[in-house]
Each structure stands twice: as C-alpha cells, then as structure tokens.
DNA sequence: CATGAATGAGGGTTCATTCAT
DNA sequence: AATGAATGAACCCTCATTCAT
C-alpha cells in the first residue's frame, strides 16, 4: 500500500527544509562555488542523486534560500503597509532589522556573498532590488516629512549604514557592539 | 652581454604586475572561482606554465593582489603619521577614501567579494585587521577630542558607513550619487 | 468477489501494452538511450516502480517491443504459409511490407537503431535471422523458378532494396515517393 | 628550452588522430550514447581530462570523425567533377563505393548508427544531405540520358540499393557475397 | 498493486597543477 | 625563461534500479 499523497508532500517539505538548511550553513561559510553538492548531500545526510529530486539544480537551491531569507526581511518590514512611516515605524524598522541580522546572521552572510556574484544571479537580484528600492522611498519620503535638509543624501546614508553595519557584524560577530550601534543609529538618523 | 641581477629582478617585477593586472580585472568580473588560470595567462599573454614561474599557486596570486591593493589604500592615509588626527586630516582622509574607491573600483569589487570567503583568506583579513584597527583608533581619539558623547559608537558607524557606501557604490556605479554622499558624510561625521 | 486468474492476467496484458506503447513512442524519437524509465512510466501513466512490475528491465521493455513488431511483420508474410512463393505473393508481399512500413513507421525507425547497436542485442538478432533467412529461402527459390540467372545475388539484392527503401523512407518521410518506388520495385524484381 | 610550434603541432595532430581512431572503434561497436569518454580516453591511452584538449565535447569528437570519413567518400567520387556521369562512371562509382565500404567498415557503421539519432545530430546530416542529394542528381541525368523509362525512381531504387547492400554487409560481414552482388547491381542498374 | 523516495555508479566536463622539452 | 601537453581529482548532474510504505 503506497503513502497518502499527503504523507509524501510532507517527506518533500520536510527534505527539502533539511536540504536548504544544510547547503545554507555551507554556502555561507564557504561561498557558493566553494560549496559542492557532494558536501551538501553528506552534510544533509543523503545521497548525492537525491538532491536532485528535490532541487533541479544547484542554482535553483540557492535561489530558493535567498528568496526564503528576504520573504523573512520583507514579512517584518512595514507592518501596517500604509506605504508611511512614522518616527516609531522607523525605530521598529531600525530594530527589527537589526533583530533579523543578529537571528539569522548565516543567512546575511549569504545574502552578502552572493550579490557579489556574476550575471547569473543578476535576475534573482532584479527582484530584490524592487524590494529594496521600496524601502529607499519610505525613507526618502519619511525624511522629507521630518525636514532634512537632503532627504536622499540622509536615506542613502542610512542604507550604506544599515548595509555596513550588517557586513561588519557578520564578518566579526563577537567583537561588534551590535546593541549600543543600533541605539546611536536611532538617535542620529532617526530625526524624531 | 649577460644582465645584471638588478634587470633580472626588475623584469621579473614587471611581469609578475603584468599577471596580477590582469588577474584583478578577470577576478573582479568573474570571481575568483569564476577566473581559470588559462584564462588569465591568456589574457597576460603567456603560457599557463609560465604562471607558476611568477605565483606559486593561485591562492598565493589572489593574496598578492589583495596585498598590493591594501599597500595603495595605507599610502594614501594618515600622510604625516603622526598618530593624531585633526578636522581638515578628517575630511582629507573620507575624500581620499572615496578616491581610492572610484579610481580603484576593481581592486574592490574583488577584496569585497573576497572577505566573504572561507578560512584560507583568515590570514590576509588578519594582516589587514591592524590596519583597520589602527584607523579605528585613531577615530576614535579624534572623536574624544571633538567631545562626541560616544566616541566608539560614532567611530564605528562612520567606518560602516564607508564600507556600506563602498559596496553600495561598487554594486550601482551608475546610479550611485558618491559626491553628494562625500559631502553629507562629512557634514555628518566630520564634528568640526 | 475477487477477480478471476484470467481477469488478472488480462489486466496485466493490457497494461504492458500501455507501457510498451509508450515506451515505442519515446525510445523511436529520442533513441534507446536517450530515453529514461521516468519519462516512460509518466508518458504511461504509471509511477516508475511500478514499470519493474512489468518489465524486468530497460533492456526487457525494449526486447520485448522488437519481439511484437517482429511478429506483426511475420503475420503479415506468406500468409498460406505453404512454402512456395508465387508472381502474385511475390508481389502481396512487396505490397504488405511497404504498408507495414507505411503503417508502422515508428517501430522499424526503432528497428533500424537498435539493429546498430552492440552486443546486448545480438540474442534478439539471432531470433530474427532465422525469420528473414526463412523469407530469403523462398525468395531464392521463387527466382529459380522463374529462370532468373542468378537467384541468389537477385534474392540478396531484393532483400537490401526492401532494406534500404525502408530506411531512407523512414527518415525522410514526407519527400520520398514510396509508391512509385513500390510499382517499380515489382516491376523490376517481380519477373513474371 | 620549449617544443617549438611545429613539433607542437605535429603532437596536436597525431593524438588527435590517435582519439578519433580510438573513438571511431568504440563508437562503431556500442553506439554513440553506449561509449564513454572514458572508454575513448582509455583505449587511446591517454587521460580523461586531456581529450578535452584535442576536442572540446563528445559532440565534436564524432562530428569531427564524420566529416573525415565523408571526405574520403566524397574524394573517390565523380573524379574528374565535370558534372555528368558516363558508363565508365557509373561502374566506376559502384566499385568505389565498395570498396570505400569494405575498407572502411567501422565508420559505415558509425555512419549507419548516427543517421538514426536525434536532432544533435541533424546540423551533420544537413551538410551531408547535400552531398548525396548531389548524387542523386548526377544519377537521375544519366538514366535520362539512358533513355530510362522513371530516371528518378531507377535513381531512387539505384541509391536505396546501396544503403541496403552497405547495411546487410556490414551487419552480416562474413556471410555477405558482396563481389558477387556488386557484379550484379551493375549489370542490373548500369543501362549500357 | 502501487507509490515515489532513495541509492550509487557513472555520465560529460573543468581546472589547478606538474612536467618533458 | 617558456611552452602547452598531460594528469587526476573534483565538479554538477542523470538514471536504472531498489525499497519502505
């Protein structure tokens, strides 16, 4: 008697996950070309051909978590969605961002090396760049309201940062004072 | 007429910068998994054998490269080494930075694509942390001096932020408006 | 109330029909190789473990597809199966042969690939020299009795002509003129 | 001290004739898709790796092997290429031709199994179809000429022949009386 | 009877490195 | 100093077959 349908979604999901969550810790430690599918599959516990029962190419798995981490980034950014941000919303943004990068640093730290990449991955970040470009109006926006002298200049500044202060946490994640940055970054670029 | 030790050397120099200049751009567009040693000796215009006259390894090309990128970026700060910074070194030291960044882009398109690499580039991040580092502190007494509440905080923010603009710069050369962001970063961090 | 023996035997004849239609269907326009039990057992309809219920193997899938094309053609030759070849069977058969070709294209552009292949295929081909050496015989006969000079070489060519008639047929379907090919092939091999 | 180029040179191409030999064997008796690199690489003696210095895929690897075996043809036929086929010519062809067949056995067979294979392969056969569509032509003249009663089916029927002949040959080697069917096909097909 | 997850060997291909010349 | 032929390990991926359910 074969498995339910249901039972065998449930094996793929679950695979899959194991899948994802393995080649994630090693990609990010060892770069997407410095990561073999071999590596994943023993590091997943499974043979090497079974990969490719659950992703069609080593492409597509990685696609697949960069696009799991940034649904993550997007689900917490502007909860209401009223396409405004007040002072307190900016704060929220600041901290749950930061929140993010502490929570699911290894993700970042793929997400960093990656966009370093070749033309490959030139559509998968098309896509984020909408994402973020969303953000980069907000912002804009937000600071005109408050009455900065150079709304953009203020909003790019604050991306790098943001961007920056991200690369420096991950590549040196016991020494970096995560904590008081994220009060000083309120505080200077929050404009209340 | 044989040539003296000195020619020897000094043709030795200039075809090992001949190799690392057309490395670096192979690199920066490619990636360093990317770039096959065929390629670039082609594109140096010797044979792959000959490589291994001039770098031991490829390994070792990468390092060098990186290397002499890092020796341009220190040429260019703290000019009097006095170990003490003032307002006018301050804004002589952002400006050059963002020189060295628009005039080198390469160069750092490959060193950030590097850092997010695995433990065989530890020893070169380790080398060029003291230089960090130094610059570091001597924000950080700079900032002391200029009276800012948290001068650690400030200093570590200004140093992300100029990666975070780097990267930012690098990735959208295009769009990226530096010279505004150039003056604004001074205004903001500069605490004349 | 359970099926009977027969019902079940039924059963399965009808679904190794299934399979091995499907399996015709591929292996002729994708080649032997070329073609994998997944995409069979989907184009079938069933899951790939099932396909092993039915066929042993790849290789029993395939011997058995030649086995049936085989007897279809053997059916449909010297239909009163009394030894002797007359001017009209002669030409029965040229005409049968060609709408079996006609008719069943896909099979013998399987035929004609796999008769190329190695080893594996030499027990099938065994079982089918002694058809076509069968028909040989008569042939030969048939042209002693008409007084041809030299039946055997008139017999061989006749026989590579059906061959080679099929083959090019078969690749270049839509251009090559099989009818008139079929009245001058009786006429000029029929010697009435 | 290095080879110089025209010793390089003479390497390339006797290990590439080394690898097509090597290749032209194997894929004669197992098929293209049934013979490995590996197969090739080590009944040429050499390395897996280095075929892919001598030729850059499998594909070209065959494409390469008939084009050479199709030149070889090509060269034997219509001699003094003045476009029109006398007598002389025509038997001239047939012996030729058979003796290219007998000659050159195993690339006929390749010749035989790769006509059968899919689109990969339909760029090769483009280029050959003009060769024979050539044939064809000159032949189809001559039985004009012959005052033959349907010139293109005789040509047709003449050309089929061949194939059937050069087929069952190669198939049935030892068996086959190809002296003997060779008398007759010209005698039969002639016209004199 | 029926499923598709799972395996493992092998497919073609690339490439850093070595070596004879 | 210089060449490119040669190696061998590793790469991503495919697939006939087996197996737990």
Known sequence: MPRT???????REEKRQQIKDAALE????EGYH??????IAKSAGISKGLMYNYFESKEELVTSIMDEGMKIFTEFFDPDKDGVLTADEFEFFVRKSFETVRENTIYWKLYFSIIMQKEVFELVMAKYKNILDEVMN?????????GVEDPLAEAIMFGSLMDGISLNYILNNDMFPLDKV?????KKFGHR
């Open 5 to 11: 349908p249901e039972q065998f979604k449930k094996i």
């Open 34 to 39: 410095g990561t073999s599918i071999s590596e």
């Open 26 to 29: 090693l990609f990010a430690h």
């Open 182 to 186: 994220e009060d000083a970054i309120i």
């Open 138 to 146: 907000l912002l804009v926006a937000y600071y005109e309201k408050q």
